[in-house]
Structures are given as C-alpha cells and as structure tokens.
C-alpha cells in the first residue's frame, strides 16, 4: 500500500453537524423536512441521489430547478451556520507528515466549491495538493468516479491506494474503486456501522490513524 | 408492562443536531472546541457530567460560573438555531393514541426550561400530561432519577415501565431504574450502540414504536 486517498467533511474537517442542520433548515422553508439522523446518513452521497432519495421520502418528483435551488441554498445556509471551519484532531499533522514523508496522498470530496474553500484553507494545505472535488467528475459518491481520478492524478494503482473517510458512502465507493476504506468515527457513525460497510479498520480520528500508519504499511517498506 | 416513559430530544422532537451544533458553536467561542461527534454522543446527559467530560477534554477544570455561562450560552444559540421544533414521525399521534387508550406515559428529560418550552408545545401534549425536567431532580441522565420521578408520579411500578429514548444515556439510566430499554434511530445513534447499551429492541422511530406496541404488551392484556 502505497497512498492514501482522503474524504473532507467529516474527515478531515469538523463540519457534518452544520451540514446536516443546514440540510434541516433548507427542506423545512421548502416544506418538506426530513429528519436530522436519515439527513446525517445520507452526508457525503452525491447531491443527484440525496434528491432522488428526498423525491422518494416527500413522495413526489424533484426538478432539476428546484435542486439547484435547494442545493445553493444548502450552501448559504452551511457557510453562515460554520464560518469557522476546525480541522479534526491530527489532520493538519497526518497531512503534513505525509507531505513531508514523500507518501502519495489526495483529498476527493462530494462538496463543492464554494461550500469548501474554507475548510480546505483550515487545513493548511500544500499548494500542489491534489484535491478532485464534485466539479471534477460526473460521478460522485457512492460511485468510484472521485477516488478514481485522485489515484489517477497521483499515478499510483487502485489496489495501492487506501482510501479513508467517516461515511458509509467513502466505503462502498473505495470497494468499487478497488481500494481499500478506512473508517474514522469522526463523521459521527457508529463504529460497527463503518465495518459493516467494509472498513478494513476503523479509528476515532486521524490522530489515532497517524499513530497507526506503520501498522498500514505506510510508508511501504517500514512494516513489511 | 403497563407504562411508557419518553425521552424527549432526538426521541419526540427533531432537535438532536441544533443541539450539537449549537454545543460546537458555544466552545468554540469559549476558546474549547470540541469535536462534534464527541458533542453528540453526550446529547442528553446531564449538563453537570458533559461538563466533568469537557474538563477533561481540554485539561483544565471548569468552574460553576463557566458552567452557567456555557448552559446560558448553548441555550441562547439552540433556540436561535432552531426556532421551529418539529416532532418526529409518529410522535404526536402515538402520545394521543397513548392517551385515549388510558396507557399510563410520561416525558423524562435532562433539558430545562426555556430550551424545551417550544419542543413541549410542538407535541400537542394535554394539560395533565406528565413532564419531568431537569429541574425536577437532583441528578439527570444516566442517573436514574428522572425516570423514577416519572414513575412516581405516573404510580406505575418501576418493573412495568418501559424507557423510550435515542441514546445510550436513556438505556443505562433505565437499567439503573429497573426499566426496560427501547432505542429510536431518530438521534443518530447507529443500531448496535443502542443494542449494546442494553435496549430490548430497537425502533426507527415512534411511528414504527407505535406499529409494534401490542407486541411490547402495551396496553397489558392485548398480547398476553
């Protein structure tokens, strides 16, 4: 194993709970609310299936105008609940040390600009990070387009790559990538619920993950 | 089993992630970010034990004047964030189906008053329904005194009490009150942390709850 392939919200930087509550607040002035725990399971999907599925729950269809509208809105919402954006605990360290190691690493994210400009800010990133964000394919999670063109862009096979993430979504779309997932408890799941969806190991944060690397086999050479 | 005790956030009333994020945006300000996964998993203990949980966190004490002023605070930004409460699936027309069986049931929360005030009235509760708070104890969740009060007031036996709730806080104080645990997915818990905490069964939410209560043995004598 040779890189590390990482999801954003949630994993990188503390921002589910304003998402799901932005969520909340959005389908509620449009009158059609959903509940706070089936929004926070879907954070991290594609916005394309998170309406299919709203359509589904508010039994009628969803046009492409009004999830725009709903999708911009969601983005007003989300900036002005968390202005500030946290890195999680060990985030801007791991990042660093990967960095600094010479270890193949990217950021593939389902949020859009400008909805994560700040939070890829907090996380002091290098200036040649590779970062493939929901612009930059047709695809996003659950499908492997993201972590697809992130192992492209860092030129290392699939089967190398491990891809680390706190949602269920970052899981099956490594399984589709050929990757392997790793689940951190950051994202607000419970632990069994990321090993079911096939977590090879789950950890509470990337401060622990860090602690682990060489365990993982990274960087290749060190453990094996 | 003759009586329903109801927790109230995230188990009646869709308010689990206003109050997280409202817990985010309140240490942060206070120079003590917490991350929010942490702050959710402490949804509906007592203020007193969350607090004990932060010190340690952040390494220094706190003391009973931050305290007031993080509680004040929370409170402020948790009605600011969320001034429409809404119930939850099945909630409203479980409580009435409750009340017009004669099915002994109560409200036990380690919320305080003004923060629950608008969840309170989003329920259509009746006059004399039961509401134990906060207030009406000496130590909140997982001590089992809400509960015990609850069933006090309701003259029910403890042993014939089911406890309904969204967190592992509900279902170890009901097993410290000699009660049987009942979990709801509506706060975000995943299913096998409730199961693991010690709930009897586990629900989507009070619609679902509501479906299955003759299998509970609720009101007694219709499945026995």
């Known amino acids: 194993m040779r890189a590390l392939i990482f999801d954003l919200d949630g994993t990188l930087v503390d921002t589910v709970y304003a998402h799901v509550l932005a969520w909340q607040l959005t389908l509620a002035e449009a009158g059609m609310p959903l509940d706070g725990w089936r929004i926070h399971r879907r954070i991290g999907m594609s916005g394309g299936l998170f309406t299919r599925a709203l ?40 990042l660093r040390r990967l960095r600094e190691s010479g270890v193949p690493h990217g950021i593939a994210t389902s949020g859009r600009r400008p909805d994560i400009d700040a939070s890829l800010e907090a996380l002091e990133l290098a200036p040649d990070m590779i970062v493939v964000d929901r ?21 290392i096979p699939a089967e ?31 632990q069994d619920e990321l090993l079911v969806a096939g977590a090879y190991q789950v950890f509470r944060d990337a401060a622990e993950l860090d602690e682990a690397l060489e365990e993982l086999g990274i960087p290749p050479g060190i453990s094996n």
């Open 160 to 190: 190398e790559c491990y891809v680390v993430g706190d949602a269920v979504w970052d899981l099956l779309a490594a399984r589709r990538a050929h990757m392997i997932g790793i689940g951190l408890l950051t994202g607000g799941y419970g």
């Open 135 to 155: 612009q930059s394919v047709a695809h996003a999670k659950p499908a492997p387009d993201l972590f697809l063109e992130c192992q492209r862009q860092m030129g």
């Open 55 to 94: 359509a589904r729950e508010v039994g009628h269809p969803i046009t492409p105008e009004q999830t725009r509208f709903l999708q911009d809105r969601h983005g007003e919402l989300y900036r002005t609940l968390l202005p500030l954006r946290r890195p999680l605990p060990g985030a801007v360290a791991l």
